[in-house]
């Protein structure tokens, strides 16, 4: 059975720094995708980084981002833990949401990876906000 916890959430002025974990259980990072999402209240969710789990070899770590988060934001994953994190620095106001980890165990991540659909297993999720 796929469970995925996040924490690390919390509050924090603009300009602060959080990290937020997903630990995975129920599958072994290999050539899987992962992918973070937020969604702020009133606004669709949205696609805020995602990475191919595994190791160097099976083309796994190379991270994606959306434009709004860029160079503020890193994810990153420790196979050994089945966890990816979400290090996410120079917090504007406008990064305050639920932010949710998502899981595609079957399929590395591909053309889709940033629809929702595309995922099977989502954590409760964990707030994030910042005040300016």
């Known amino acids: 059975q796929v469970q995925l916890v996040e924490s690390g959430g919390g509050s924090v002025q603009a300009g602060g720094s959080l990290r937020l974990s997903c630990a995975a259980s129920?599958?072994?990072?290999?050539?899987?995708?992962m992918a973070w999402f937020r969604q702020a209240p009133g606004k669709e969710r949205e696609g805020v980084a995602v990475i191919s789990t595994g190791g160097i070899s099976t083309g796994g770590g190379y991270p994606y981002y959306t434009d709004s988060v860029r160079g503020r934001f890193i994810i990153s994953q420790d196979n050994a833990k089945n966890t990816v994190y979400l290090q996410m620095n120079s917090l504007k106001p406008e990064d305050t949401a639920m932010y949710y980890c998502?899981?595609?165990?079957?399929?590395?991540?591909?053309?889709?990876?940033?629809?929702?659909?595309?995922?099977?297993?989502w954590g409760q999720g964990t707030q994030v906000i910042v005040s300016s």
């Open positions: 998502a899981a595609d165990p079957a399929r590395p991540c591909g053309w889709q990876m940033w629809r929702g659909a595309t995922y099977n297993y």
């Open positions: 129920g599958y072994t990072f290999s050539r899987n995708c």
